[in-house]
C-alpha cells in the first residue's frame, strides 16, 4: 500500500516571480530503525522546498515500518514484501518522486539544511549538469572525507575521491566523474534521457556500484557531473573504516561483479588504449590470485558474471549506439 504525502514542506516560503524547481527524495530501506529518523529529520530541515519523499522498504524484518510511524503524513511509503535492492528500491521511488530534481539518499547520512540548496544552484547554471554532489564526511570525524564524488582510474577503477583525507584539502569546486549514490542529486532530465528498459539504476546490480554504472554512462551520453563542497553531509557507512575484513561476504560478492558488469556495459575499446589492455589484464590476473588464496568465496560469483554477459553486452550495444548519434550530430 503506497501512503500519500504531504503536498510541500514549504508552506511558509515567500513566493518567487520565477518557477523554482521541484525537488524529490528518495530514499529505500533495509532494516534501517537505527538511522531512518535521524535521515528524516534532516530532509525534513532542508531549506529547499522538497515536494515529495519517497521511501521505498525493502521487506525489512526490525522496527523499520514502526520508526516510520511518525513521519506518515510527510512521506510516501512504499512497503515491498520482497527485499529489491538497492538499485530495484531507488528506481521504484524514482518514478513516485514525478520532480525536476532527486535526491537519492541513504538512510545512514544525515544532510546539513542546505545541502540541496547548494548542489542544486550549481547544477542549475547548466543545462548539461546531470548530477551534482557535496562534501560527505565520516560520522565521528567530520574532518575525514568519506566522498567528494567519484574519480575513475584509466583501468577502470572507481573510488571515492578524497577518502580518508582531510576535508580542508577538498574546498574546490569542480566537475567530478560522478557522484556516490549515499547522497546524489540527479536531475530527472538525465534520469530518463540514460534510462535503459526503463531503469535508472541497473538492477541486475542489486545493490553496489550501480551509482558508478550511472556515472560512466552519464558521461558517456555527455552528461556533466559537479561537486559542491559547500554542501555538507556526514555518511556512517562504518564498514568502511574496518578494511575488507569488516565487509560481509555477501557485500564483496556483490562489488566484486558489479565491477566486471560496469566494465562489460562501459568501457571503451579503443585502439588508442590498446597499450592499457595489457595493464588491466594484468591488475585482473593478480587480482585473481588474490582471491584464489585469500578470498576464495568470491569464485561464486563467476557463473552468474558469464550468465549474465549476453545481457551487459545488449545493454553495451544500446549504449554506445545512443553515444555515436549523439557525436554525430553534435
Known amino acids: 500500500m503506497i501512503q500519500e504525502p504531504y503536498a510541500s514542506n514549504s508552506s511558509n516560503e515567500p513566493e518567487t516571480p520565477w518557477t523554482v524547481p521541484t525537488l524529490g527524495v528518495c530514499i529505500v530501506t533495509y532494516n534501517s530503525e537505527s538511522d531512518i529518523a535521524g535521515c528524516l529529520d534532516a530532509v525534513l530541515a532542508q531549506t529547499y522546498p522538497i515536494t515529495r519523499i519517497v521511501v521505498v522498504d525493502n521487506a525489512s524484518a526490525d522496527g523499520t515500518l514502526d520508526a516510520l510511524i511518525p513521519y506518515k503524513e510527510r512521506i510516501v511509503l512504499i512497503p515491498s514484501s520482497t527485499n529489491t535492492g538497492f538499485a530495484g528500491g531507488q528506481n521504484i521511488a524514482i518514478k513516485h518522486a514525478e520532480t525536476d530534481y532527486v535526491l537519492v539518499l541513504n538512510p545512514d547520512v544525515r544532510l546539513q539544511p542546505d545541502y540541496a540548496a547548494n548542489v542544486i544552484a550549481a547544477m ?111 555518511h556512517g557507512r562504518g564498514w568502511k573504516q574496518g578494511g575488507r575484513r569488516a565487509i560481509s561476504i555477501w557485500v564483496r560478492r556483490h562489488s566484486y561483479q558489479n565491477q566486471w558488469f560496469t566494465l562489460l556495459k562501459n568501457e571503451p575499446l579503443r585502439w588508442q588504449s ?19 588464496v585469500r578470498e576464495p568465496g568470491l569464485l561464486a560469483c563467476w557463473p552468474r558474471i558469464m550468465r549474465t554477459l549476453p545481457e551487459m553486452l545488449r545493454k553495451r550495444k544500446i549504449i554506445y549506439s545512443l553515444r555515436r548519434k549523439r557525436l554525430h550530430h553534435s
Do not use: H
Not at 128 to 144: A, D, K, P, Q, Y
Open 274 to 292: 590498446i597499450y592499457l589492455w595489457p595493464i588491466i589484464a594484468a591488475k585482473e590476473l593478480v587480482k585473481l590470485g588474490y582471491i584464489i
Open 124 to 234: 542549475a547554471v547548466d543545462s548539461g549538469i546531470g548530477s551534482g554532489c557535496g562534501l560527505l564526511v565520516r560520522t565521528g570525524n567530520g574532518s575525514v572525507v568519506d566522498s567528494t564524488g567519484l574519480a575513475m582510474s584509466r583501468t577502470g577503477q572507481a573510488t571515492d575521491r578524497g577518502a580518508g583525507e582531510e576535508a580542508s584539502r577538498w574546498q574546490t569546486p569542480g566537475d567530478v566523474f560522478g557522484v556516490s549514490g549515499a547522497a546524489a542529486l540527479y536531475a530527472s532530465s538525465m534520469i530518463a534521457d540514460i534510462s535503459i528498459d526503463g531503469q535508472f539504476f541497473d538492477e541486475t546490480f542489486f545493490a553496489y556500484k550501480e551509482d558508478v554504472d550511472v556515472a560512466w554512462r552519464a558521461r558517456l551520453l555527455g552528461w556533466r557531473s559537479v561537486y559542491v563542497p559547500s554542501a555538507k553531509a556526514v
